[in-house]
């Protein structure tokens, strides 16, 4: 069995400032994990990806996530926000052992201001 | 281009109308998915499918039904909408993991049909 919570629920940053987006789960084997973007009235579009490779993950739009076993998380940053960024982030956590579906996290909305 | 296909976009219907919000994918894929989004409460899965005819229930299934007769297609039926049905639907779709274990987690989704039952 796998959870995933999000610990905040919304996100605020000033444009050019850097961007922390909080991820922790838990599963029973080896997870992998997501993370997906959902802008205004668009369906979610995979950001990066971890499934048991390198540590550190980049992804589109310079965004990257690292998964820390040892913290149980997989945190989403970028070290500059856009106003593009604004959106909501889904962590999404699987297992690489067993059957498995996807555990989808509440969602973090990310706000931007100029 | 790849792409996941769900029609329609928006729908206003009454109470007991059946209706039908298809999803087509063109990717090959066998796994295949319906959320319903709600504020606060994130996507939830409704059902899902391994592959042509083997379909299974999600989290949330009461008052919805699937059929998966065609790999490609997918659709989702209400027999008989209620208000608490009222949500943001998204359709999506995966290629399976090895030994067809479930979806890999590359999800591809549809741009969402947005569904309001007066």
């Known amino acids: 069995a796998q959870s995933v919570t999000q610990l905040d629920s919304h996100v605020s940053v000033s444009e050019g400032t850097p961007v922390l987006l909080r991820c922790n789960y838990s599963?029973?084997?080896?997870?992998?994990l997501f993370w997906y973007v959902q802008h205004p009235n668009k369906g979610l579009q995979l950001l990066l990806k971890?499934?048991?490779?390198?540590?550190l993950v980049k992804g589109i739009n310079g965004f990257e996530a690292e998964f820390k076993k040892s913290e149980t998380s997989f945190h989403l940053t970028k070290p500059s926000a856009h106003m593009s960024d604004a959106a909501e982030y889904f962590c999404?956590?699987?297992?690489?052992?067993?059957?498995?579906?996807?555990?989808f996290g509440k969602g973090t909305m990310l706000l931007v201001s100029p | 281009e790849a792409q996941v296909t769900q029609n329609p976009r928006y729908l206003i219907t009454v109470t007991g109308k059946k209706l039908t919000v298809t999803c087509s994918q063109n990717?090959?894929?066998?796994?295949m998915s319906w959320y319903r989004q709600d504020p606060g409460l994130g996507l939830r899965q409704i059902y899902y499918?391994?592959?042509?005819?083997?379909?299974d229930k999600g989290d949330v299934p009461e008052g919805y039904k699937v059929s998966r007769k065609e790999k490609r297609n997918f659709p989702l039926i209400l027999e008989s909408p209620s208000p608490n049905q009222t949500s943001l639907y998204f359709c999506?779709?995966?290629?399976?993991?090895?030994?067809?274990?479930?979806?890999?987690?590359?999800?591809?989704f549809g741009e969402g049909s947005r569904l309001t039952v007066l």
């Open positions: 999506a779709s995966s290629a399976l993991r090895r030994g067809s274990l479930g979806p890999t987690g590359e999800l591809f």
């Open positions: 599963s029973s084997y080896s997870p992998s």
């Open positions: 971890y499934t048991s490779a390198a540590t």
């Open positions: 999404v956590v699987t297992l690489n052992s067993g059957y498995s579906t996807l555990t």
């Open positions: 990717m090959n894929h066998e796994y």
């Open positions: 499918s391994m592959n042509v005819e083997v379909t």
